[in-house]
């Protein structure tokens, strides 16, 4: 089945800084790659997702490449502000869900300091 | 809309015992999924169900089950509950398999002592 990792686990950055979370799949037929954001205490939630005929998507200050040769994908966030720590996932999936459904990697938590 | 509702929230029990958790879809969401997520564990996935039946699996004993019911609710169940069944259990719904988005619950969090 589909294997995800996700580096780092922890990641402290200052405000207004930029922030790059990286991840890697096994299964080569994953066409779909999606961010979540969970912060404390509340539900995971998609804040940007990418498919495998696009290798870059940006919205505002969060932007998503993907790099099918090399079977990673990684997340940049821009001036990063308070409101953006939290715990971040990536994912990755089949097309139609696939046998595993939808593989997370163990997740980022991601800390502005002010 | 109303979101992806799950209850209980939160539950205590005792090894050995049984547990059964329940998700609500958005209206329109035909398709239930149902994560395990632990400290370091990050989100696991258990089972997808849509039409009723389930359509993937994953790498869970059997003592993990669920169903869908015809109005898209789903339960799941876990039987002879071991310490490191405590979780926060989570469901996520979409509007079928093909559909990219997950929307999820808030949880229900097990704890066995």
């Known amino acids: 089945g589909e294997n995800v990792e996700q580096h780092p686990s922890t990641l402290s950055v200052q405000e207004g800084d930029s922030a790059v979370i990286k991840c890697t799949y096994s299964?080569?037929?994953?066409?779909?790659f999606p961010w979540y954001k969970q912060e404390l205490g509340k539900r995971p939630q998609l804040i940007i997702d990418?498919?495998?005929?696009?290798g870059e998507k940006k919205d505002q200050r969060i932007a998503v490449t993907l790099n099918k040769t090399a079977k990673h994908f990684s997340l940049h966030i821009t001036e990063t502000q308070p409101e953006d720590s939290a715990v971040y996932f990536c994912?990755?999936?089949?097309?139609?869900?696939?046998?595993?459904?939808?593989?997370f990697g163990k997740g980022t938590h991601l800390i502005i300091q002010p | 809309k109303a979101g992806v509702t799950q209850t209980p929230r939160y539950l205590i029990k005792t090894r050995g015992q049984q547990v059964t958790l329940s998700c609500s879809p958005i209206?329109?969401?035909?398709?239930v999924s149902w994560y395990q997520q632990t400290p370091g564990q990050g989100l696991q996935f258990l089972f997808e169900?849509?039409?009723?039946?389930?359509?993937n699996k994953g790498n869970f004993p059997g003592r993990f089950s669920g169903r869908q019911f015809s109005n898209s609710r789903s339960e799941m169940n876990v039987s002879t509950l071991e310490l490191g069944d405590s979780a926060l259990y989570l469901c996520?719904?979409?509007?079928?398999?093909?559909?990219?988005?997950?929307?999820f619950g808030e949880g229900s969090r097990l704890t066995v002592l």
């Open positions: 994912a990755a999936s089949r097309p139609g869900g696939g046998a595993d459904g939808l593989t």
């Open positions: 299964d080569s037929a994953s066409n779909y």
């Open positions: 169900y849509f039409s009723e039946t389930q359509r």
């Open positions: 996520a719904t979409r509007q079928d398999p093909s559909t990219g988005e997950l929307f």
């Open positions: 209206s329109g969401h035909r398709s």
């Open positions: 990418i498919r495998s005929n696009v």
